[in-house]
């Protein structure tokens, strides 16, 4: 089978199963999952950027994510005029601290040669910065969180459209790719995907952490629209006419009092409809932009060249290639790509939850996309963002039935059956572990294989 009949017919059963959860289900439940599937196939472009392109193995992905969520917050939210009277300039004063001593240490670096006296000098800076800083960072901090804990206790943010954070959330991530590459990337691959997991862990600690931020534990709720809100439809008279004139026929067989509980209820369904298709708007939007451009770099110059490092780093450094800073290019780009996507799902959720980021989900889940889609292809990250999304929220209803349907010759009260329906939310964990080991079993490539075009001359 070919590449390009694969592909459609792989996009054509995804279809499918999206419109018999639509019909099976609800369309509620069937666009939910569709706006989960484009945040993750955006992720899921971001690893195979740095993957199926150079072959980083970055393993910080949830680190990512969270600063594109921790953008969302920053941008969105409104300033706590309260919490910057109490400490905002002390925190300032504490920022300012902290941004000469990372200048001290970098002039350090420089201005003195490699030996003990360049550490002794460096460390004698940082240990001063840290006495200098904390008599203003722990009284601004203690004053932030004391305002009103319950509701606020942190700054807030800049009161700008929440559309703005998914371009911050990129920029968020892509400087922290910076500092990590530049201290990661000339090291072998085993110590990069060390490196990223324990930055991702320092990520998630911060943001639990430290209140004045972002809450911490406590989450942030409540974050602005981009869309409509359910009850402003509701209430809105264009909208309950669209749904009558869309359920005329229906509605034209009720009395007066069936019609105006019917149309009640279908304007609360549909409103929900409604506003999870302009989610899936927005974000195919943002999923189109980021695989066409990603696509029109892998076909590049560029593209080749990053290609040609991946598969012989030596034969491309002969060549007159920077290996190391072609690499530290496409890490930074490929996690700006993963920070966007974390922005966009803070914006789909509507509240910053920092105990919710875990590597099963935002590592894990990515790389298994990643792998299942094909690597190197962009299309088999988009797929693989789909159908492993699909499954993993699937797997559990579906895994419920099934052992529901196994089991229905048993009696209710059956020690078994109990036991086996009370651990029917494990079989997504089993499901993706099936569909892991059936690609990589008959597929290795995954189920759209990188495609490399080789041409030949004649003589």
């Known amino acids: 089978m070919s590449i390009s009949l694969r592909t459609v017919l792989s996009f054509a059963i995804m279809a499918i199963l999206f419109l018999i959860v639509g019909f099976g289900q609800s369309w509620s439940v069937a666009l939910a999952i569709f706006n989960l599937c484009l945040i993750s196939s955006v992720m899921a472009l971001g690893v195979n950027i740095q ?25 969105s939210k409104a300033p706590i005029s ?23 240490v970098i002039v350090a670096y420089r201005q003195t040669s490699r030996g003990p006296l360049r550490n002794i000098v460096i460390t004698i800076i940082i240990v001063a910065g840290f006495v200098i800083i904390r008599p203003f960072y722990d009284p601004a901090v203690a004053a932030i969180e004391a305002i009103n804990p319950a509701h606020a206790g942190y700054l807030g943010g800049l009161g700008l459209p929440i559309l703005l954070s998914w371009a911050v959330g990129g920029l968020f991530a892509a400087g922290a790719a910076w500092v990590v590459g530049k201290i990661a990337l ?10 990223t997991l324990g930055i991702a862990e320092i990520i998630i600690a911060i943001i639990k952490n430290e209140d004045w931020l972002t809450r911490g534990v406590k989450n942030v709720a409540g974050l602005p629209r981009p869309v409509p809100y359910e009850l402003d439809l509701q209430k809105s008279d264009w909208f309950i006419g669209w749904v009558e004139r869309l359920n005329e026929s229906a509605l034209a067989a009720l009395s007066n009092t069936e019609r105006s509980a019917h149309l009640t209820q279908l304007v609360i369904e549909h409103s929900s409809i409604f506003v999870k298709l302009c989610y899936s708007g927005l974000f195919a939007c943002v999923l189109i932009v980021v695989f066409t451009l990603s696509m029109r770099a892998l076909n590049s110059p560029w593209g080749r060249m990053m290609r040609a490092i991946r598969d012989n780093e030596t034969a491309a450094s002969a060549m007159g290639k920077n290996i190391t800073a072609r690499h530290l290019q496409v890490f930074v780009i490929g996690s700006a790509v ?50 492993i999304w699909f499954f993993w929220v699937e797997a559990e209803p579906v895994g419920v039935w099934i052992i529901d349907f196994v089991t229905r010759w048993m009696d209710g009260d059956n ?10 939310q494990h079989m997504r964990l089993f499901t993706m572990g099936i569909v892991l080991l059936l690609v990589m079993r008959f597929n290795p490539g995954g189920i759209l294989p990188e495609t490399v075009h080789r041409t030949t001359t004649r003589k």
Do not use: K
């Open 51 to 75: 993957w199926g392109y150079a072959g980083l193995f970055n393993v910080g992905t949830m680190g990512f994510a969270a600063l594109g969520g921790v953008a969302a917050v920053l941008v």
């Open 338 to 387: 993963v920070g966007i996507a974390g922005a966009m799902l803070t914006t789909l959720d509507g509240q910053l939850t920092p105990g919710s980021y875990h590597p099963l989900r935002f590592t894990f889940l990515i790389w298994v996309m990643v792998i299942v889609g094909g690597s190197g292809n962009n299309l088999g990250a988009v797929l693989g963002g789909f159908v």
């Open 186 to 195: 000339g090291l072998r691959s085993d110590y990069l995907a060390i490196a």
């Open 415 to 424: 020690p078994v059956r109990l036991h086996l329906m009370n651990t029917a």
């Open 82 to 104: 309260e919490s910057w009277a109490a400490g905002g300039s002390n925190l300032l004063i504490a920022a300012l601290m902290a941004l000469l001593t990372i200048a001290g």
